[in-house]
């Protein structure tokens, strides 16, 4: 079995990266923590300067690599590891950070450790990489292909309205994956 895991969202927790950098550098922007969209596109769609905000800070240097784990996460992955299965962190590069691929691999090694240099796939379309699971917080996983890949929900806030997927966190990872 072939696990592709997503790190933004479900291995290093983006949104309280975000809201971290926003308290201590931007206090002017209130805080709204929303439950229903990720952070991002919840101020995208309420089209202010805070948007702009977090897209600076989500493209600075340091962002990404800075990013905290997710609790669990990092225990779970390695159990995996241990285990012998076939897992891949498999992440979408941020666009308009030209650090973002760089920072991602050396989050991955500096928190997962060296033997993980070989089971990171970035990609811009995760739909033409196989695997049997992915496991993403992202309602919606589009591309150029038919996946082939069942796609596993990592429960947020901002994803809780998705039904009709399994869902999945770190604490109940092996009964979902019967493992």
Known sequence: MIILIDMDGVVADFESGVIKELKKNYPQIKIIEP??????NFYKEKNNEAYEIIEKIRNSKGFILNL????GSLVALKYLFEKNYNVFICTTPFSKNKY???EKYEWII?????EWKDRIIITEDKTLIRGDILIDDKPDINGLASPNWEHIIFDQPYNKQIIGKKRINWNNFKDVLKL
């Open 110 to 114: 500096k928190n997962l450790g060296n």
């Open 68 to 71: 905290k784990p997710i609790n």
């Open 35 to 40: 439950r229903n969209k990720m952070i991002v």
């Open 100 to 102: 973002s691929m760089s």
